[in-house]
């Protein structure tokens, strides 16, 4: 049997390597058409992701606008509360001002019928006289508790008017962990907790965001809080559905009750 020469041995390993090239060269394709096609898809899905992150930043953002409104719309509220307030001690304090010193007047015109007794041809002058004076402040202070009374149920009436608008702007808390939300009130052992929203220092009083609602009644007594420490009391003297004016009663230090304070009912 005739040996096979060199050159077609070297022919015989030349074609092998090329054959053995070929098939890597064709692996390396398809193995670099499987990658570009999973980066591929990988790209896809990294690209989806990120559009359905930014949708849902943009909804974030409109949805932070809306709160943002609606909490100023709030404070507004609050401030117009807080005035119309204002408005009724000042008249109370005017009414009460009036009727002392109609107290004094009467009390002047006593001391002198006393002082007239000892004329007797003027005692009956001087009393009658008296008794128009006290008639025509009776009269007055009649007049004066008519007006207050039909102003009470003007400010009642547009107050009430107000809550109705106010209610229907309100937004319900939602499963939120924003602690900037109103707080529901709470079936738990935990005492009822709010905010202050203003702060009337003319009249030394505040507007919190808790309300009859809430289970506020006139009377009910609030501790004013700040860094987990009591700065202050203050008792309910008008209640409205959301909110409610209170007047201070003390203060750790004067002037200390800023808005945004916490508020607790006191059991």
């Known amino acids: 049997m005739k040996k096979p020469s060199v050159g077609t041995i070297?022919?015989?390993?030349?074609?092998?390597?090329?054959?053995?090239?070929?098939v890597n060269f064709a692996l390396g394709r398809n193995a670099e058409r499987t990658k570009r096609i999973w980066l591929e898809?990988?790209?896809?899905?990294?690209?989806?992701?990120?559009d359905a992150l930014q949708e849902e930043r943009d909804e974030l953002v409109k949805t932070?606008?809306?709160?943002?409104?609606?909490?100023?719309?709030?404070?507004?509220?609050?401030?117009?509360?807080?005035?119309?307030?204002?408005q009724e001690k000042k008249a109370r304090e005017s009414l009460t001002t009036e009727l002392a010193q109609t107290r004094r007047d009467l009390t002047d015109r006593n001391e002198q019928v006393s002082n007239t007794e000892k004329e007797k041809e003027n005692l009956t002058e001087d009393l009658a006289k008296a008794k128009q004076s006290y008639q025509a402040l009776s009269n007055e202070l009649t007049t004066l508790r008519q007006a207050k009374e039909a102003l009470e149920r003007r400010v009642k009436e547009m107050l009430s008017l107000q809550a109705q608008e106010a209610e229907k702007i309100v937004v319900k808390p939602t499963r939120s962990t924003n602690t900037d939300l109103i707080p529901a009130p709470s079936q738990?052992?935990?005492?009822?907790?709010?905010?202050?929203?203003?702060v009337n220092r003319d009249f030394n009083f505040v507007v919190v965001n808790l309300g009859s609602k809430e289970g506020l009644k006139i009377g009910d007594q609030l501790s004013l809080w700040r860094g987990g420490k009591a700065i202050g009391k203050a008792q309910v003297e008008k209640l409205y559905e959301t909110m409610s004016a209170a007047t201070l009663l003390t203060e750790e230090k004067k002037g200390q009750v800023k808005e945004g304070?916490?508020?607790?009912?006191?059991?």
């Open 10 to 22: 070297v022919l015989f390993v030349a074609l092998i390597l090329s054959t053995l090239s070929a």
């Open 41 to 50: 898809g990988q790209l896809d899905k990294i690209t989806k992701a990120r």
């Open 64 to 86: 932070k606008e809306s709160l943002e409104g609606q909490l100023k719309d709030t404070m507004s509220q609050a401030k117009d509360l807080a005035q119309q307030f204002a």
């Open 188 to 198: 738990s052992s935990s005492p009822l907790e709010g905010k202050v929203l203003v």
């Open 261 to 267: 304070d916490l508020v607790r009912l006191t059991s």
